[in-house]
């Protein structure tokens, strides 16, 4: 599982690949030439890892069990293994931020939602957080608790929720054009409002499509205005 490794200093920032792309996916569309400025001057560090969506949700020769279970060896490679070669990286203190656009942005938010005690925020763009969406019609125990959408409706834990609700950066967008779904990023906000849990919901507007040039807006922008 490679990583790739932007900038020297700032708070670290941790991509998650659209689909059954790779670690290199956003170089390549371009994302990190568009916040190069704020990892030159220090302002964010950035780690890009790989997906497992090709060996699980997105692999239509898998049963559907064991694309489950190897969603939750992804979710364990990066709290036990991606997180500690971030502080190894940067610094116990350091803050992570978890951000991804299309697949990736579900991957985020989850990530970010069931360990708020390692990560500090998410930036999720363009995303759909019921996990459902993907599974061809199976649901699981691991399908509800990968699905955000599901389980936070639900999240009444007393450890977890005052967590969630003094976090400062939780930022969901989504744009209005082809391809998009705001209606997904809506729900997902009604539910944080219902809990409490202080968030951003940035709709834009229709000009702005499910493609690479809306998430190379959306993130300089935020990094410009929230950061």
Request: proline content about 5%; charged content about 20%; overall charge negative.
């Amino acid at each position: 599982m490679d990583i790739a490794v932007y900038g020297h200093y700032g708070f670290a920032l941790l991509l998650i690949p659209t689909a059954a792309a790779d670690f290199l996916e956003y170089e390549r569309f371009l994302l990190i030439e568009s916040i190069r400025r704020h990892i030159e001057g220090g302002k964010v560090k950035v780690f890009s890892i790989n997906s497992i969506n090709s060996e699980s949700w997105l692999n239509n020769h898998m049963h559907p069990r064991d694309k489950s279970i190897r969603h939750q060896q992804f979710n364990s490679y990066v709290f036990h293994e991606v997180v500690p070669f971030i502080r190894t990286h940067t610094s116990q203190e350091t803050p992570i931020i978890t951000c991804g656009a299309s697949l990736g942005a579900l991957h985020a938010a989850n990530l970010f939602f069931k360990r708020p005690d390692l990560f500090e925020g998410v930036i999720a763009m363009s995303g759909d957080y019921n996990l459902s969406t993907y599974t061809k019609g199976y649901h699981d125990e691991d399908v509800y608790f990968n699905s955000p959408e599901q389980y936070m409706a639900n999240l009444d834990d007393q450890h977890f929720l005052p967590m969630l609700q003094s976090k400062k950066h939780i930022h969901f967008l989504t744009g209005s054009g082809d391809y998009e779904n705001p209606e997904a990023a809506r729900r997902m906000s009604g539910i944080l409002h219902g809990k409490g849990i202080p968030h951003e919901l940035d709709v834009w507007g229709p000009d702005m499509k499910h493609d690479w040039p809306t998430w190379r807006d959306m993130l300089p922008y935020y990094l410009d205005t929230r950061f």
